[in-house]
């Protein structure tokens, strides 16, 4: 009999390691790409994509965003309300127009964003956009639905349009959090029916303008409540007549053209996050005389949103608050909110489960 060394045990016992299988996910306009695991280092430019790696259980992930001080104040508002469920935004990268060798530097596994969108960017073109893919990591994102934009011409003949919500189904694919997104998707379906279900006839909703402004009302930009687009996945389900529907999307008007628009309902863009700002906005409407002619202004119902382009969790907030905000007598009333973390609803005021969500962002369900 051979004696059998330390060593020899080593090699007779040493086993294999099995092959990490690849995967593949398809979406446009990046098409196909193939992952051997899941991405552990992801780079994001608009927050439409980093809502959902939150939404996803993958939070930790994130290295880059875009303008993370301006949507910490959003999203900290809303997460307030998802017992366990934060982002620490405090080494998050800007990303808008990114320079190219920090991409190298943060050497990431994903780059969660629109190769079409980026291509754009000052800073970048479409070769800069192949190197990146062939060097680092593949993108995969969709941004230019939010607008259903026209994509630059090297883009064009591969772009399609999805919903907010079929782009988080491809994201979840990604992570191979398809489960998570399924649970997630359930609780936007049961939403949808809640507010489809009990919306008033169509001639008894209120004429709404939607619209972003400076405290002092001086410049005023016009966003369409009805259209197309993610960027309206908060405000269409609603049907409401839209006041600013002749006035191009993103233009400015002034103040005299909102009074003789005379909406019933303002929704005031981005106030939500910049309390200091809101309030000034709201102060600034009543105190007004020439606002103070406007029907929205006289009934007390100026109201703020948070961010356009957010993702599925800030959907689900948004679609609540837009509900109470147009149509208080059948979903509850909005309340006269000032600043500080989303209103804390009780149970039976809330239109989805907060704590069902925060359950399925942690992996609890």
């Known amino acids: 009999m051979t004696e059998t060394t330390a060593n020899d045990s080593s090699t007779a016992t040493k086993t294999t390691e099995p092959e990490v299988e690849s995967y593949s996910v398809t979406m446009a306009p990046a098409g196909t790409i193939e992952l051997d695991e899941v991405p552990k280092s992801v780079f994001t430019v ?141 609780v936007k379906t049961t939403l949808d029916s809640t507010i489809s279900s009990s919306l008033p006839a169509s001639d008894n909703r209120p004429q709404t303008a939607r619209i972003m402004t400076t405290p002092e009302l001086d410049t005023i930009w016009t966003f369409h409540m009805n259209g197309p687009g993610f960027i309206r996945s908060h405000t269409r389900p609603f049907g409401v007549p839209d006041a600013l529907s002749d006035v191009e999307e993103s233009s400015t008007i002034d103040l005299e053209t909102l009074v003789e628009t005379d909406p019933e309902v303002i929704l005031v863009e981005n106030a939500f996050a910049r309390s200091d700002d809101w309030r000034a906005v709201k102060n600034e409407f009543h105190n007004d005389p020439v606002a103070g002619e406007i029907s929205a202004v006289k009934n007390d119902q100026v109201y703020p949103l948070s961010a356009r382009y957010g993702g599925p969790i800030m959907n689900l907030f948004q679609l609540e608050m837009v509900s109470k905000q147009l149509y208080p007598e059948q979903f509850g009333e909005w309340p006269d909110y000032d600043g500080g973390p989303y209103p804390d609803f009780s149970k039976e005021e809330q239109l989805f489960d907060r704590e069902q969500v925060a359950n399925i962002i942690n992996g609890d369900f």
Do not use: C
């Open 46 to 186: 608009l927050v439409h994509h980093a809502d959902m790696v939150v939404a996803l259980g993958h939070g930790d992930a994130l290295n880059a965003m875009y303008s993370p001080s301006n949507f910490e104040g959003n999203y900290d508002k809303l997460l307030e309300r998802l017992n366990g469920v934060s982002v620490d935004w405090s080494n998050l990268y800007n990303s808008w127009n990114p320079d190219k060798e920090t991409l190298y530097e943060l050497d990431s596994d994903l780059h969660l964003a629109d190769p079409a969108y980026v291509s754009t960017m000052d800073a970048w073109d479409t070769a800069d956009v192949e190197e990146v893919q062939t060097e680092i990591a593949p993108w995969f994102g969709n941004s230019l639905s939010r607008n259903h934009s026209e994509p630059p011409a090297d883009w064009a003949d591969q772009y399609q349009y999805y919903s907010l919500w079929d782009i988080f189904g491809k994201v979840a694919q990604v992570f191979r959090e398809q489960e998570r997104y399924e649970a997630l998707s359930d």
